[in-house]
């Protein structure tokens, strides 16, 4: 057997790719809008909420389309859920701002535009993040967060 | 007389002013022999005379004295050609795989320089020589000058390297792997067995895409294995990172890998040598996700030393020695092997 000379490095053969999947749509999609911010009830016992509308189409996400209204502390209870039960390292939630709820505060505390604007921000961050984690994705609370429209405290956890 | 002398010269000896000797060792062949460059334990990378498994070492032993006129007492004067293995954790303990000793001279003394051969014959150098994080192999010559208080030695590091033919067997690595309904790939990589000059080549072929990748990689890990039993100790140390796709890829894509060895400094795979330690090296395929996620996936490949084109001034027991097939345990076994002019 001869020295080959110089190394054969063409490249192994593969499978022509088929068009449909060159330029069809990806099959990642995945995108969560946390937006339009709404004051709800009156005096000491107001709170925020946002639209948090998810558009995808991964087949594990029984809805391709969902909006739903959550408020921050359904973002916290997302995020104690998955830290319990998943095996996955939970990115940070915007702060909880608690010295925002005291009194005779200059600014509009918890309802001040631009901290509002910088919640929004945050919960979209953490949502996507969250939602991209193939372990995340195999946890009912994650599911029931994102597509159905109350979330029950109550439920059974576990996995889809 | 004498022992009034022996008396004042260890006196002396004592003092630093006994008669006292450089040694010098050289081989025959120093002007032809090729030198390979070892890195050093502090890093450094130094040239040293290259042998094979099987060839002759051979040279003399210059012996210079100090103070000439004076004569030199001695125990005896020997040369040894050693081959050690040192683990740092325990560096009183050499472990010594071989050791041949010539005596150059009976106890006696010498009453002027001398220069005395030594030849050891068809040596076997069954490993070759490894400078890692927790282990040493080495071979070196050492010429000793035996006195009452202090013997005067001198040493010669030599590099060993160990040759191997094309295996008889390569089969390609060819695997699919996979997240469930989120990640699946092919991956293949033209051969299991690479020499230290060869080239990757392979493909990565995407036929499920459901996360959102960044970049893809593949890294060239080297794992040294040291210690037995409860005391087995892995230094992973990643040799090189090559990006190999950057950006997100869709089903049906193949992204091919051509990733040239020699670039990197690499040994030849060694396994279990002298039941003492392991140097193994791992392809590994690393993806990367939008959110710093890391799937990966680790194959072993076996690397092995390609023995130069033969020529007609190797010395007949190196080209015997590049013949050996990598992997068997018969040394004499070869297939025929043309031998080519250098064309240079």
Redesign the interface.
């Known amino acids: 057997m001869s020295d080959p000379v110089v190394a054969d490095t063409r490249r192994l053969n593969s499978k022509p790719q088929d068009l449909t999947d060159a330029y069809g749509p990806p099959s990642n999609f995945l995108e969560i809008d946390v937006y339009d911010p709404q004051i709800v009830g009156v005096g000491r016992g107001r709170y925020t909420t946002y639209e948090v509308r998810m558009r995808t189409n991964l087949p594990i996400f029984k809805l391709k389309d969902s909006c739903v209204r959550r408020r921050y502390s359904d973002f916290e209870w997302l995020k104690n859920e998955l830290e319990r039960d998943s095996k996955i390292v939970v990115p940070p939630l915007p702060g909880k701002a608690l010295k925002r709820q005291l009194p005779f505060r200059s600014d509009e505390g918890l309802f001040d535009e631009s901290f509002i604007e910088e919640r929004r921000s945050g919960l979209e961050q953490f949502i996507n993040r969250i939602a991209g984690h193939p372990l995340a994705q195999n946890e009912r609370c994650l599911h029931m967060f994102l597509q159905e429209e109350t979330i029950d405290r109550n439920y059974i956890p576990g996995k889809v | 007389e004498h022992l009034g002398q022996s008396i004042i010269e260890a006196a002396m000896s004592f003092f630093g002013f006994g008669q006292s000797a450089d040694i010098d060792i050289v081989l025959n062949d120093a002007e032809t022999r090729k030198k390979a460059e070892h890195r050093s334990e502090d890093g450094r990378k130094d040239k040293y005379f290259l042998f094979y498994d099987g060839e002759t070492v051979s040279g003399k032993v210059n012996v210079t004295l100090k103070y000439p006129g004076k004569r030199l007492e001695h125990n005896g004067i020997k040369i040894e050609f050693i081959g050690q293995i040192e683990m740092y954790y325990d560096r009183g303990n050499h472990h010594e795989f071989v050791s041949l000793v010539k005596d150059l001279a009976r106890p006696g003394e010498l009453t002027q320089s001398q220069t005395f051969d030594f030849e050891f014959t068809h040596v076997e150098k069954p490993y070759e020589s490894y400078t890692g994080q927790n282990v040493k192999l080495r071979y070196f010559l050492r010429a000793t000058v035996g006195r009452r208080l202090n013997d005067i030695s001198k040493e010669l590091d030599l590099v060993v390297h160990t040759l191997s033919t094309?295996p008889e067997l390569n089969s390609s690595i060819k695997m699919e792997v996979g997240?469930e309904?989120?990640?699946h790939i092919e991956f293949?990589y033209?051969k299991s067995k690479y020499h230290l000059k060869?080239?990757i080549?392979?493909?990565i072929?995407f036929l499920?895409?459901?996360?959102?990748i960044k970049h893809m990689e593949i890294d060239i890990i080297k794992r040294e294995t040291t210690g037995t039993g409860p005391n087995v100790y892995h230094e992973n140390d990643t040799i090189a990172k090559y990006e190999i796709m950057d950006g997100?890829p869709?089903?049906?894509?193949?992204i091919?890998i051509?990733l040239f060895l020699a670039g990197y400094e690499l040994t030849p795979t060694m396994r279990d040598i002298n039941k003492k330690f392991s140097v193994r090296y791992y392809l590994n395929l690393v993806l990367i996700?939008?959110?710093e996620?890391r799937y990966f996936k680790q194959q072993e490949i076996t690397l092995w030393r390609k023995g130069d084109?033969v020529r007609k001034s190797m010395s007949h027991q190196a080209a015997i020695a590049s013949q050996r097939f990598e992997g068997t345990s018969n040394p004499e076994k070869f297939?025929g092997h043309?031998s080519?002019e250098d064309t240079s």
Do not use: Q, T
């Open positions: 094309y997240i309904d989120c990640l293949e033209n060869d080239v080549v392979g493909k072929y499920l895409v459901r996360i959102k997100a869709v089903r049906g894509e193949s091919p051509r996700d939008e959110e996620r084109i297939r043309n080519e």
